[in-house]
């Protein structure tokens, strides 16, 4: 079995800070663990916002990215690594401004559902590291992986660190030790996603199974019986107080 790909994205400006620390302790770690890495600085790239395509046409939204900037080298290695780690530094607590930009250009691969029936990013892993010298790192860590997930990616658990403070975060030792978790876990995810069978996580044609197994009127039926019953109940217990009132 081919060793697994894991890129590294720094999100971060500075390529001394701790931002970029915490990245390279998961990425070592990684290494460790049989994992190939390369590390991508983001502010190295191009990459302006998205024009929103999509929403003029649905199709146009597709690898790769119609805007001709920087993005593209990116995205293609993204494309090509099996997991994924970002670690940003918190900005208003939220990511960089450039990651969002290149958070945007991704949708060219969740789009892609709607044009070969899957995403080109489903069932790769990713891992979150934030660094920030005030509040917001778990914020920017939640909206990263609703976004992620939802292109996707499968989050394995304890697949997040954060830090925050000014101190040089390699003397934070629980930092330290969740990021390189990180590391080893994205890669142990990734191997076990290798031996399995399944086909695809979300199908677009789901419903089809939904209409012939007549789930949404079971539903229904269940939901309209429990209703009934607790709905009696509510009732009578605000008549009941309101008696009482008057």
């Known amino acids: 079995m081919n060793a697994p790909k894991v890129l590294g994205i720094n999100a971060s400006p500075r390529k001394y800070g701790n931002t970029f620390k915490l990245l390279k302790?998961?990425?070592?770690?990684a290494e460790l663990y049989g994992a190939s890495t390369e590390v991508i600085h983001l502010y190295d790239y191009e990459i302006k916002p998205c024009e929103g395509c999509l929403s003029d046409e649905q199709l146009a939204c597709r690898p790769p990215c119609l805007e001709n900037d920087g993005s593209w080298p990116v995205l293609k290695k993204i494309l090509d690594a099996d997991a994924l780690i970002i670690s940003t530094p918190v900005?208003?607590?939220?990511?960089?401004g450039h990651l969002k930009n290149?958070?945007?250009k991704m949708t060219v691969f969740e789009n892609m559902i709607?044009?070969?029936g899957k995403s080109w990013v489903e069932g790769k892993v990713a891992g979150i590291i934030a660094v920030g010298a005030e509040a917001g790192a778990v914020m920017t860590i939640s909206y990263l992986m609703s976004v992620l997930?939802?292109?996707g990616y499968l989050i394995p658990p304890w697949a997040l660190a954060y830090y925050q403070g000014l101190d040089d975060v390699l003397k934070s030792r629980e930092a330290v030790m969740d990021s390189a978790n990180i590391g080893r876990i994205?890669?142990?995810t990734v191997n076990i996603l290798k031996n399995n069978t399944i086909s695809k996580w979300y199908d677009p044609q789901i419903m089809k199974v939904l209409e012939v197994n007549n789930v949404l009127e079971k539903v229904r039926k269940?939901?309209?019986?429990?209703?009934?019953?607790q709905l009696e109940e509510r009732e009578r217990k605000i008549r009941d107080m309101l008696r009482k009132r008057i």
């Not at 302790?25 to 770690?29: F, R």
């Not at 269940?222 to 019953?229: A, I």
Request: avoid cysteine; charge should be negative; proline fraction near 3%.
């Open 25 to 29: 302790v998961a990425l070592n770690t």
């Open 91 to 96: 900005y208003w607590y939220g990511p960089s």
């Open 102 to 104: 290149l958070l945007d």
């Open 114 to 116: 709607f044009i070969d």
């Open 149 to 151: 997930n939802s292109m």
């Open 186 to 188: 994205v890669v142990e």
């Open 222 to 229: 269940e939901v309209e019986e429990l209703k009934k019953n």
